[in-house]
């Protein structure tokens, strides 16, 4: 079942769009479920709503796959502000360096991330049978960027993460740095990829800094969190088809163990 709800926030001081997927028993049974919060939400569920007409199509994988828990699908704002919210800082020198452009966006990932910490989680651990101390987060490109800083900041709460062709490079210095000093010894499993074709074939530049970038932050984060996995996926590219192919591979690793 997939259930629109749209939630009022007072730290981003608009009301959010929010898509709640639960089980086909959900309801049925006494029973509690581990909770999943994804990025771009639209994009999570259903062509229909997808942006571009193409989805993760996660429904039909999970229907398909029995997994037992609940995802919660937060739809993005559109254009440059979906930038400043996915990313906690403004774009640095790695970015502007890799990608030849000198402007800057970016700055409100801490307050999306709060919305998400204070209001969102509540909400759903109060209106859901939820485990409130088995919740995950996970993301696409900014997604991932800021599916990371989440599990960096707050390890006791997201204690699992994906981050699927993660944007890295656009917090690249300041989410080193977090992940250096970040305890994550709460986390119990962390996944990352990204394609050799990114940014398109004619683009080896921007596609070599984008492995580069993901690589560096793998590295960092890896001997705290285990077990980790880091994926380069030859001839993956930047956009939903290839990203739903992905699904099988992060989804199951993700929430392997969950019962």
Not at 31 to 46: E, L
């Amino acid at each position: 079942m997939l259930k629109v709800l749209s939630i009022n926030s007072m730290c981003l001081n608009d009301s959010r769009r929010v898509r709640v997927y639960t089980p086909d028993d959900y309801g049925e049974i006494e029973k509690s479920y581990p909770v999943v919060y994804m990025h771009d939400g639209q994009n999570v569920f259903r062509d229909q709503s997808a942006i571009g007409g193409i989805s993760l199509n996660l429904e039909h994988f999970l229907d398909r796959n029995k997994n037992e828990v609940i995802v919660v699908g937060i739809d993005s704002k559109p254009g440059e502000q979906r930038k400043v919210e996915y990313c906690p800082w403004e774009n640095g020198d790695y970015s502007r360096n890799m990608m030849k452009d000198e402007s800057r966006i970016g700055g409100g990932g801490k307050q999306y991330i709060e919305f998400v910490v204070q209001e969102l989680k509540p909400y759903i651990d109060k209106n859901y049978h939820t485990r409130p101390d088995q919740s995950a987060m996970a993301g696409i490109s900014l997604g991932g960027l800021i599916s990371t800083y989440a599990m960096c900041k707050y390890p006791n709460l997201f204690k699992r993460a994906a981050a699927i062709s993660s944007a890295f490079f656009r917090n690249q210095e300041e989410m080193e740095q977090l992940a250096h000093r970040a305890d994550l010894s709460p986390v119990e499993r962390f996944y990352v990829d990204c394609g050799t074709l990114e940014a398109g074939s004619d683009e080896e530049t921007i596609n070599q800094g984008f492995i580069e970038s993901n690589q560096r932050m793998f590295d960092i984060v890896k001997p705290k969190i285990e077990p980790s996995k880091f994926k380069i996926i030859e001839g993956g590219e930047h956009n939903y088809t290839h990203f739903r192919r992905r699904v099988p591979e992060f989804f199951p690793f993700l929430i392997e163990g969950w019962k």
